[in-house]
């Protein structure tokens, strides 16, 4: 069965310091894996979108990590903000279908003043 | 970059009647958009994907009688609640597929449904 496993599954953490997020997955044949950022009652933002072949990608503060081989992923977040405060979900879409997408529950993030 | 909106944002509506929800990309044709239901602090549960020109596609458990899916257009998704209880109240997220960017996805910024 395709799953996506996410840890911790909240954190929190004072404003300024770092974090990493965890995404283990199981999702074969793989395709991209993509980290998405949901505010509370919002709609999930596009942070990175990795394939097969990359093995990190930035954005701006966010620095998303992929071994294919181990099958697992990480979101570190520098510098952390107040406004970083949010649902963290990684996302893993399979290699045979666009259209199919195997969510994670989420890391919820609380960043503290 | 690219945007999708849902409208309305925010709607309640009483036990018994129905009620739309629109989904569009307001600057990429998306012959595929992707209908989700989300309960608090939970993940997004997918319903059904809608195929422009073809019927939706539901998940096991959704009823397709009850969640209509239309999508008319390359821009236009809808996702009509029709007789709505107050166990259908839940947040609301459709997503579209851009082709011309790589098959990226982009999400709506939700809808909450109450329903009284």
């Known amino acids: 069965k395709n799953q996506v496993e996410q840890s911790p599954q909240s954190l929190i953490i004072l404003e300024g310091k770092n974090c990493t997020l965890q995404?283990?997955?199981?999702?074969?044949?793989?395709?991209?894996l993509r980290w998405y950022k949901q505010d509370t009652g919002r709609g999930p933002v596009s942070l990175t979108i990795?394939?097969?072949?990359?093995n990190t990608k930035s954005n701006g503060r966010y620095t998303a990590t992929l071994d294919a081989d181990t099958k697992q992923s990480s979101l570190h977040i520098t510098a952390s903000q107040l406004s970083d405060s949010a649902s963290y979900i990684c996302?893993?879409?399979?290699?045979?279908?666009?259209?199919?997408?195997?969510f994670g529950k989420g890391t919820m993030l609380l960043v503290s003043p | 970059g690219a945007v999708v909106s849902q409208h309305p944002s925010r709607v309640i509506c009483k036990s018994g009647t129905s009620v739309k929800i629109e989904c569009r990309s307001l600057d990429f044709q998306a012959t595929t958009m992707f209908w989700y239901r989300q309960f608090p602090k939970k993940s997004l549960m997918l319903m059904a994907t809608?195929?422009?020109?073809?019927?939706?596609?539901?998940e096991q458990g959704v009823e397709k009688d009850k969640f209509l899916i239309n999508h008319a257009s390359l821009t236009l998704s809808t996702l009509t609640v029709t007789s709505a209880h107050p166990e259908d109240s839940s947040f609301y997220i459709c997503?579209?597929?851009?082709?011309?960017?790589?098959?990226?996805?982009?999400f709506g910024e939700g809808s909450w449904l109450t329903v009284v």
């Open positions: 995404c283990n997955y199981t999702v074969s044949p793989f395709s991209n």
């Open positions: 990795m394939t097969f072949s990359e």
């Open positions: 997503s579209a597929r851009d082709q011309g960017s790589g098959n990226t996805i982009y």
């Open positions: 809608s195929n422009e020109g073809s019927k939706a596609t539901y």
């Open positions: 996302v893993v879409s399979l290699n045979s279908g666009y259209s199919t997408l195997t």
